[in-house]
């Protein structure tokens, strides 16, 4: 046992040289996981579990929404969404001062509710709202952080593909899941515009007040803003009363931001098909990553990793909450070097048999949903943080005007609310549970 248990470390050690390396993380695992299996038990009995391990990870039904959801967010991308969103926000907020920022955070909010990506939600949001911003003559650092950190919104307001896999990994419930996420989402954006409202407090010159509309145009664009709201209302609040599963919940979806793209006459055919080929490209990346992780988990467990990790840390005689803490600052860290679902597939299986041996009160299901938030917050920090810090290269390579480290700079208030949100939910497991409870999942 301790030999595989090395041999296990070592394969680790191997993993982790790749991803530096810059080799996709999908191969990555698939070759670890593949020569860790062959290594420990025989390269006979791989080839017999790859005859079947494909088809055991994609026929999972759960996993069948991940593309639904990834069309509908594609389609929404197409057909204007943002834009209706954040010209219905702005006529609300903009007039405020720090008001076109705030614009930009509820649209990418809003936009997030029916996309489920936050690459697409930061860089849609940033082709829409940037301009604005730039015409007020708001702070570089300041617009583009706003947007940078907008755009982290995508992966925690349901729909989230991401959501999707750590309840798959950990055999969660999706509905609650979906549930738990919810309030934790309209935190971060009540912290968020807090944080703008604050920061032009401090700075008057970095956030000017936009123009007040006309009450005219105060309704149009609200008016315009009612199609999403009822895509929202349908798809999540179809899932959360039972009308519907994750699944055909998403096919909705699919089906109502299509007719909303026809009848406003901004899908086109051509439109259609690109969608569709971005979501097999989005899907294919995902399900080869989703069976390298697999394969990378068989030679874990079998290597005894994981359950090293969790008698480590059950004997290492720190209370519950220093180990929960620990963890999510690797998550940060790790966070800083691969993208979000990479990381929630590589971690959450070392993770987790650790956080499930502890005692913090909660019961088992309980324990498994309020993790997985906990965990994909601080999996968004990774998408502003450097080195990595995507949804930061995908604004910048918008702005040429702004340096990279004024979006860095301007993205650092904004960590620092998503710290006070982390602080808050794990002080408080009520604020992800209650809802789930009050719908009687839990």
């Known amino acids: 046992m301790e030999e595989n248990l090395i041999v296990g470390l070592v394969g680790l050690a191997a993993l982790i040289t790749l991803i530096v390396i810059r080799l996709p993380i999908a191969y990555s695992m698939i070759v670890v996981g593949a020569v860790g299996v062959g290594f420990l038990n025989g390269f006979d009995i791989l080839l017999a579990q790859l005859k079947d391990l494909a088809w055991a990870q994609f026929s999972i039904y759960d996993l069948s929404v991940v593309p639904m959801f990834v069309l509908m967010g594609n389609i929404a991308t197409r057909v204007g969404l943002s834009s209706d969103l954040f010209r219905a926000a702005n006529a609300w907020l903009g007039h405020l001062r720090g008001g076109v920022a705030m614009a930009a955070i509820a649209a990418c909010a809003g936009f997030g509710s029916v996309c489920g990506s936050s690459l697409a939600t930061a860089s849609t949001m940033g082709q829409v709202a940037l301009p604005e911003l730039k015409r007020y003559k708001y702070a570089g650092s300041l617009a583009t952080g706003t947007l940078a950190a907008g755009g982290v919104l995508g992966i925690l307001i349901p729909p989230s593909i991401v959501l999707v896999i750590y309840a798959v990994i950990v055999e969660a419930n999706i509905v609650t899941m979906f549930m738990a996420a919810f309030l934790p989402g309209i935190l971060a954006v009540i912290l968020f515009l807090l944080t703008i409202a604050l920061y032009v407090r401090l700075r008057p010159d970095a956030g000017p007040r936009g123009s007040a509309v006309s009450r005219e145009e105060l309704l149009s664009a609200t008016m315009a803003m009612v199609p999403v709201l009822i895509i929202f209302g349908l798809v999540i609040g179809g899932i959360y009363f039972g009308f519907f599963n994750p699944t055909p919940a998403a096919a909705v979806g699919v089906f ?154 301007g993205v650092a208030p904004f960590f620092m609310a998503e710290i006070i949100r982390v602080s808050l939910l794990v002080a408080f497991p009520a604020i992800s549970l209650w809802l789930p409870r009050f719908f009687g999942n839990l």
């Open 256 to 409: 109502l931001v299509a007719l909303y793209g026809l009848l406003r006459r901004k899908l086109s055919f051509g439109g259609f098909r690109y969608a569709l080929l971005e979501t097999a490209k989005t899907t294919g990346m995902i399900y080869l990553i989703l069976l390298g992780a697999e394969l990378l988990k068989i030679f874990m467990a079998r290597g005894g990793v994981p359950q090293a990790a969790a008698e480590l840390m059950a004997n290492s005689g720190l209370p519950p909450y220093s180990i929960l803490v620990l963890l999510l600052i690797a998550l940060i860290i790790l966070g800083c070097l691969m993208d979000s679902l990479s990381m929630i597939l590589l971690a959450i299986p070392f993770f987790w048999p650790v956080i499930s041996e502890l005692d913090f009160g909660l019961g088992p299901e309980e324990l498994k949903i309020w993790f997985g938030i906990l965990a994909l917050i601080v999996v968004e920090l990774g998408l502003i943080t450097p080195p990595v810090g995507m949804n930061v290269f995908i604004i910048s390579s918008m702005d040429k005007e702004t340096p990279m480290k004024e979006t860095f700079k």
